[in-house]
């Protein structure tokens, strides 16, 4: 059972009711849009393993008498396995194409430069670590 509209409950509209709030809720974030992406690889890897599983399981026509049921039955589930796996292949390319469209104007950055910040944010920490541990013990010296 859904839940009805808030104009056809009787609910006054929020103030996030209109265009504005629609937009918003269009514009998703990038990290959510890789979830989606990895998600949508991990179903297509799933539905393909089930093609491959399929066509195992089914008899070559080897002159053996095979029940035209069961060859319609596994033929219409191959099928409708194809349909949706072109599915989630034009939903994955949807999802990178909005990822492409929303870091359009960032850079890669190179693995080498990843490493450097990496190291210098350690070098950091570790510097912090230190200070605290100063300034721990000196004030358990001064008691």
Request: net charge positive.
């Amino acid at each position: 059972m859904s839940t009805p509209p808030l104009a056809a409950s009787g609910m006054a509209a929020g103030p996030f009711a209109g265009p504005q709030a629609q937009q918003a809720a269009r514009e998703v974030n990038t990290a959510s849009l890789c979830r989606i992406g990895q998600e949508t690889v991990q179903d297509i890897v799933y539905r393909t393993m089930e093609i491959f599983q399929l066509l195992r399981n089914m008899q070559l026509p080897n002159g053996v008498t095979y029940h035209t049921g069961t060859y319609q039955d596994r033929l219409t589930k191959l099928q409708d396995h194809l349909r949706q796996l072109s599915i989630l292949f034009r939903k994955l390319r949807l999802v990178y194409d909005k990822c492409n469209e929303n870091c359009g104007g960032m850079d890669p950055i190179p693995v080498e430069k990843l490493k450097q910040k990496n190291q210098q944010l350690k070098q950091i920490m570790d510097q912090l670590r230190n200070l605290i541990w100063d300034i721990n013990a000196m004030l358990a010296m001064r008691n």
